[in-house]
């Protein structure tokens, strides 16, 4: 079994449209996350979700929504793409209870292309 | 705040080489230290990591010692394969902070 699962795995849209991406982890994690990734590999934290409250938010655009229904899912919704949205978008989790700082793991990641 | 400073690439190697990728860290506190693989087309997986100084993290042939002295954690591996060939990422976590990841060193391994 995928440990951190996140469909589709690849995206390609017009400018304006609004897409979702989902994500499922079944490690039993108490915190998800979004990161993007650019085309020069660099990662950049989006969001992260802790027991279904947002705990992180690093001043994307509010154009980005998470939406997480339940401890094992973290979603991200995207409102009216532009296209420096296109990058690769990836879901992950971590185990932070009890005094951790748990190490991630990460999905295979969703390619975002805008045209 | 926290950063990761690692050497950029791309780095370029023989099969069999030796490899270093460098890697140095700036965090209060005592972070533990991780190096993270990306293989083409994958998400990044963890290779290894070290939680406290001295600690050394190892995995597939790869070593990296966490030196709090210098504030670094070197990763090394005696002879590379082309399988080898992906983009290796450093990152520090304090507890009830976020990762911090450096900006990836792309390895290419040539047969």
């Known amino acids: 079994d995928t440990a951190v699962s996140q469909t589709p795995k690849y995206l390609v849209t017009q400018m304006g449209n609004d897409k979702s991406i989902k994500c499922e982890q079944n490690?039993?994690?108490?915190?998800m996350y979004w990161y993007k990734q650019d085309s020069k590999k660099f990662l950049k934290i989006m969001f992260s979700?802790?027991?279904?409250?947002?705990?992180i938010n690093e001043t994307v655009p509010n154009r980005f929504s998470p939406k997480s229904p339940d401890k094992a899912h973290l979603n991200l919704h995207i409102n009216s793409l532009e296209l420096g949205d296109s990058a690769v978008y990836f879901c992950?989790?971590?185990?932070?209870?009890?005094?951790?700082?748990?190490?991630?793991?990460f999905g295979e990641g969703s390619r975002l292309t805008v045209l | 705040g926290d950063s990761v400073t690692q050497m950029e690439g791309p780095v370029t190697l023989s099969e069999e080489a030796f490899l270093t990728i460098n890697c140095t860290y700036t965090?209060?506190?005592?972070?533990?230290l991780f190096w993270y693989v990306q293989y083409p087309g994958e998400g990044l997986q963890l290779l290894l990591k070290?939680?406290?100084?001295?600690d050394k993290g190892s995995n597939k042939g790869f070593e990296a010692t966490y030196r709090k002295e210098t504030t670094s954690f070197h990763l090394e591996k005696g002879s590379v394969q082309v399988s080898d060939s992906a983009v290796y990422f450093c990152?520090?976590?304090?507890?009830?902070?976020?990762?911090?990841f450096g900006p990836g060193t792309r390895l290419s391994v040539l047969p």
């Open positions: 990152a520090l976590r304090r507890y009830g902070q976020n990762f911090v």
């Open positions: 490690l039993g994690h108490d915190t």
């Open positions: 992950a989790s971590s185990l932070d209870g009890q005094g951790r700082a748990g190490e991630l793991f």
């Open positions: 070290a939680t406290k100084a001295d």
């Open positions: 979700y802790n027991n279904k409250e947002l705990i």
């Open positions: 965090a209060t506190g005592y972070p533990s």
